[in-house]
């Protein structure tokens, strides 16, 4: 699951510290837990990864990614929130985070998917 935050026209993004990704930046997120929908665990995980607060929101997308050597196969769904409060601070899996612009996303080392997920975000 991938939490996608909008907040004056900038999308937070964590710069991964962790395989797969590591190094590059993309959505927030992580595993659903047990008993949690996916709104609940995407405001988790953006609150663990980011300390950024945000409301529920929707399902926007459903991707899946799978390594060529068969190590992982990743469903994942990115769930669209309401920032809330919170300017960010990195924390668990994220080595830094930040606020972005379409254009300044461009121009950064980025997980496969992001550029499109962009687009469904600020159209």
Same mark, same amino acid.
């Not at 953006?46 to 929101?57: D, I, K, M, Y």
């Not at 929707?58 to 300017?87: K, M, P």
């Not at 612009?101 to 687009?119: C, F, H, M, T, W």
């Given at each position: 699951?991938?939490?996608?935050?909008?907040?004056?026209?900038?999308?937070?993004?964590?710069?991964?510290?962790?395989?797969?990704?590591?190094?590059?930046?993309?959505?927030?997120?992580?595993?659903?837990?047990?008993?949690?929908t996916l709104e609940q665990a995407a405001m988790r995980e953006l609150l663990e990864?980011?300390?950024?607060?945000?409301? *529920?929101?929707?399902? =926007?997308?459903?991707?899946?990614?799978? /390594? %060529?050597?068969? #190590?992982?196969?990743?469903?994942?769904?990115?769930?669209?929130?309401?920032?809330?409060?919170?300017?960010?601070?990195?924390?668990?899996?994220?080595?830094?985070?930040?606020?972005? *612009?379409?254009?300044? =996303?461009?121009?950064?080392?980025?997980? /496969? %998917?992001?550029? #499109?997920?962009?687009?469904?975000?600020?159209?």
């Amino acid at each position: 699951m991938l939490a996608l935050v909008v907040k004056d026209g900038k999308i937070l993004l964590v710069k991964r510290a962790k395989d797969p990704d590591k190094d590059k930046w993309g959505l927030p997120g992580g595993m659903v837990e047990a008993g949690e929908t996916l709104e609940q665990a995407a405001m988790r995980e953006l609150l663990e990864e980011t300390q950024v607060e945000a409301n *529920g929101g929707r399902v =926007i997308d459903r991707f899946e990614i799978r /390594s %060529q050597n068969g #190590r992982f196969h990743y469903a994942l769904s990115v769930v669209l929130l309401q920032w809330r409060q919170g300017a960010g601070q990195a924390g668990s899996d994220a080595a830094a985070i930040g606020w972005f *612009g379409p254009d300044e =996303i461009a121009n950064l080392p980025y997980s /496969s %998917q992001l550029p #499109r997920l962009v687009k469904l975000a600020l159209p």
